[in-house]
């Protein structure tokens, strides 16, 4: 299996130092266990993009475009060319100039399907196939059979990144491709305001004021209640809308349900 | 007849050598290592009698076996060497010397065999060298009784002959044994005090720096025994297996899978394809490795000799280095081995991974922001010196800073510093880890890169001095940024505070009656030699100090050190469990600390136990009470 993980210029979230995103690292531990893995970067440099030659890539394609040019035009030309079987990125981006739209941008470009959140890849019994676990909302997973080429993009909750190794690096390589020929990116419409992370307590609405801390614990967050996810597997249209309804009502969004009023 | 005991002497030598050569054949196929070869030899009478005797006579009965053995065997057999003149051998009072000579070894033989039957210890290796004994008796024993008929006149009658034959037997054993077999660590160990691959050990005692690794070698670390150089191979052939680094240990002790004596064993047995079994104590709770019988094999794996659980156990507290009579360095080791786990096979332990790529992405293992480690002293308005450019003193705070716990110690250092009216700053967000942490991890590439930020850093301010609470980053700065161009005077708080005291600018008051016992930190004690400032700031505030029956440089560590909590590799029992039943075993009311790690170490210890205090705290606590 052919597999390209495409990878960005993320920053630290904490020290805003240029790294390889996590996601990323994840992403190529699943696709070095899976097939032949080559790497594409579209941007002024290669640099934190390289770091993957530290988690075991062996092959990283950097498309050397201009400062400030759209990344996705250039990536989508490569595609085209090099046509893998698979495509891996993370789900979100993890640095200032990403809008973690890309995988989407490049899947539409290419007109393959995209399947977003894995866990975990496995190749599929039947050839040209791919078994895709999905992590879905409080900790549900859902197995998916796709047909290759497809785009698949990585949850956290994958297996940790392995460890960067700088032996392994210097065994890497990095292709720079000049000149690729790129569109200055679009302005951007909305006004986007940038401000450093604070962290700002969790509000527990439903949290009573009174009872013991192990209630008031179990209270904030839904305790018992909560134990089972609530995933329906092939609801009927009908019970999937009820339960909607049920939760939209519990959270505060809908008013309660108003007990059938007697005709007037 | 007379000539028959020279000729045997010089038969046996000529064995001895050609085993030896064999040997040193394989020690060739290590890497090159620049060794002064002048200045060792001349050193070599010295490093001995003074350097290897001062470890050897910490076990009395070991001392006098070896003095009483080795000395016997050398004196008889050049003795016995010398009758070839024709003027000796003819003389009977020359045999009655040579006699003398024998006895003494016979006697020396016997304390050999009397430490090994009817039961030797655990930390003695069995096999070849339960037959040590016999060929030392057979030899001194004939040796005696030929030289004996000699100055009795009696040449050439049959009792001389069966004399000669046993001899023959016992000093032929020997020779041949210089291969293979106990007797390699008198060849190979008088070698390696020559060539020693720490000279600076011999005079100052203190050469602990880790040396910096090439970043652009073919390749990194050692992979098989063939990437070491050459005198270290030499010097792991020295080892006589007496398991005093075993008896060291805390990895050890914790029933982990470490055992540096079998270490070193498994270094040498991968050197050759015929090393006789090892007879010693396994590595405890080892899970099974599948070696591979070729020679010169990958080291570490699951199947190779050594399991990496056995390479992350060790918390490098160089307990083993310090205990070891040969002088072997047991950490070097480990650390070039992790060097090529971590660096050409990205097989770190489990956990470090994310702790090393924040260590790059963030200069910090836990991956907080670099400005949240003042947060510890909020109210206390610390100085930064990116803000005055200069101090008296410079503050390293380091990781420890981030512990709420050990924040207490550093918010009582920072009063105790106010108090004496000490110029002191700290570098606040520009404090990067030093790296300590991925070098004993083996990722020596994001150390240099710690390394060499941090000294860019500090060389744009100028102060007086560097103190630290924290002996791992003490040892940092002073003994291991050296090579990377940062050169300080390095204070650990304690030598601080009792300067600060004997200066009359702090004033203790009494904590009469309070019984202490003080845990020495391996990186401030073994590796730095510093162990007697905290105790004497102990004695200035009244404490009543205990001793625990391992401490200053033979102290235990607390578990802390070399990555191991990150590794956690399992064992039977926790190392700082043992160290706090050593500290219950005082009865003091409080264990004396000076280091972050030791703290987090102890304090993690559960049940009734003494408090975990540090010097710091208890020093502000007596001036407190005096107040
Ligand atoms: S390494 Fe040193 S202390 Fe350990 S068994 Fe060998 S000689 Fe003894
Ligand atoms: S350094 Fe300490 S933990 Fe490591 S082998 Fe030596 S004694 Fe054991």
Known sequence: MKIVVLLSAGAHPVSSAPVLPRLEAQALRLALALGETTGLHAGPSAAPAADALGHGLGLLTHLATREGDDPIPAL????????????????????????????????????????????????????????????????????????????????????????????????????????????????????????????????????????????????????????????????????????????????????????????? | MTYALPVLVFVMVALATAQALRRAAWWRQGAAAEVAWGPGLL?????????????????????????????????????????????LGGSRLYWAIVALAFGVTAAGSLLVGARRYPAKPRRLSGGRFQILPFLLLAYALGGLAGALLLALGAASTPALIAALALSGVGGLGLAYEVRRGPMRHAVAGALHLVAHPRPGRFRSRLDTALAPLDLDAARLGAETPADFTWNRLLSYDSCIQCGRCETACPAFAAGQPLNPKRLIQDLVAGMTADEPPYAGSPYPNAREVDPPAAPLARLIGPDARIHPDTLWACTTCRACVEECPMMIEH???????????????????????????DLRGAGEPGGRALSARTDFAAGLDLPVISARGEADVLLWLGE????????????????????????????????????????????????????RANVETLGR??????????????????????????????????????????AGRLKPGVLGGLSVTYHDPCYLGRYNGETEAPRKVLDLIGASRVEMARSGRRSMCCGGGGGAPISDVAGDRRIPDIRMGQA??????????????????????????????DIAELLLASMELGA
């Open chain 2, 461 to 502: 301010y100028r102060f007086g001095r560097i103190v630290t609470a924290d002996p791992h980053a003490l040892h940092a700065l002073r003994n291991e940024y050296r090579v990377f161009g940062g050169e300080w005077t390095v204070v650990h708080h304690t030598a601080l505070l009792l300067e600060l005291i004997e």
């Open chain 2, 331 to 357: 950490v070097d080791a480990i650390v070039s081995l992790r060097r090529n786990e971590t660096m050409e096979f990205a097989r770190p332990p489990e956990k470090a991974a994310d702790i090393l790529s």
């Open chain 1, 76 to 264: 989508v030309a490569a595609l085209k060319a090099e046509t893998p079987d698979l495509v891996l990125a993370g789900r979100r981006g993890q640095g200032g100039e990403e809008t973690g739209l890309a995988p989407y941008a490049v899947a539409a470009a290419l007109g393959v399907t995209i399947v977003a959140d894995a866990v975990a890849l496995a190749p599929g019994a039947a050839p040209g196939s791919l078994v895709v676990e999905q992590a879905l909302p409080k900790g549900a997973r859902r197995r998916l059979v796709v047909r290759l080429p497809a785009l698949v993009t990585v949850h956290p909750g994958a297996p940790a990144p392995g460890a960067y190794a700088y032996g392994v690096a210097r065994r890497g390589r990095v292709d720079t491709i000049w000149g690729v020929a790129g569109s200055a990116a679009e302005p951007n419409p909305i006004a986007v305001e940038e401000r450093p992370y604070r962290p700002r307590p969790k509000l527990m609405r439903s949290a009573p004021g009174t009872g013991s801390a192990a209630e008031r614990l179990a209270a904030a967050t839904g305790g018992m209640a909560s134990s089972g996810a609530n995933v329906l597997v092939q609801p009927t249209p009908d019970e999937a809308a009820r339960a909607i309804l049920e939760h939209l009502r519990r959270i505060g969004v809908l008013a309660p349900a108003v007990a059938n009023k007697p005709a007037a």
């Open chain 2, 584 to 613: 219950i075993e005082t009865g003091a009311a409080v264990v004396a600390v000076a280091c972050p790690t030791c703290t987090a170490m102890l304090e993690g210890v559960t049940g009734v136990r003494p408090d975990v205090k």
């Open chain 2, 400 to 451: 420890g800073a981030y512990d709420l716990r050990y924040g207490r110690t550093l918010r009582a250092l920072v009063r105790l510093m106010r108090d004496a009216g000490v110029d002191f700053a700290v570098l606040g967000a520009e404090e990067r880890d030093t790296g300590d942490l991925a070098r004993r991890l083996g990722d020596e590439a994001t150390y240099q890169q710690l390394a």
């Open chain 2, 43 to 87: 050193a070599l009478p010295r490093r001995y009698l003074v350097d290897v005797h001062h470890v050897v006579a910490r076990d009395a009965y070991a001392s006098r076996m070896h003095a009483v053995v080795a000395g016997g065997l050398i004196v008889a057999t050049v003795l016995a060497g010398l009758a070839i003149l024709p003027s």
